[in-house]
């Protein structure tokens, strides 16, 4: 076996820290969350896979609250913001939905227009 060096214990250590640094936000991005069907505070909230593109933002995930569709979207860090919500990460689109029923308090989800 070759005798350790500096070298090969700091180029293993670099290799490591990489793999670790980079495992968690690959893992994020090749799982789709989970289809979801709720009722969140006297809300029906729902979240299911979709066609990419849209107003998904290349997501391939639709959240709606009451059938009004809530948009959605994916940081890089693999967290979820909405347009209610814009400021405030969450780690699952359920609880973007969530948080949007928290944040409208009673109101309605207005449709957000198309350009």
Not at 28 to 43: L, T
Request: glycine share 6%; charged share 20%.
């Amino acid at each position: 076996m070759p005798e350790l060096t500096r070298r090969r214990a700091l180029t293993a250590a670099a290799a490591l820290a990489t793999t670790v640094a980079v495992a968690p936000r690959a893992a994020a991005h090749d799982h789709s969350p989970e289809a979801f069907d709720e009722v969140y505070k006297g809300r029906r909230i729902q979240g299911r896979p979709a066609a990419a593109g849209g107003h998904h933002h290349g997501t391939g995930y639709a959240v709606f609250v009451d059938d009004a569709e809530l948009h959605v979207m994916r940081n890089a860090d693999g967290t979820w913001i909405s347009v209610v919500s814009h400021y405030d990460p969450v780690p699952t689109p359920r609880a973007a939905a969530r948080a949007a029923v928290d944040e409208l308090r009673g109101a309605r989800l207005v449709p957000f227009p198309a350009n």
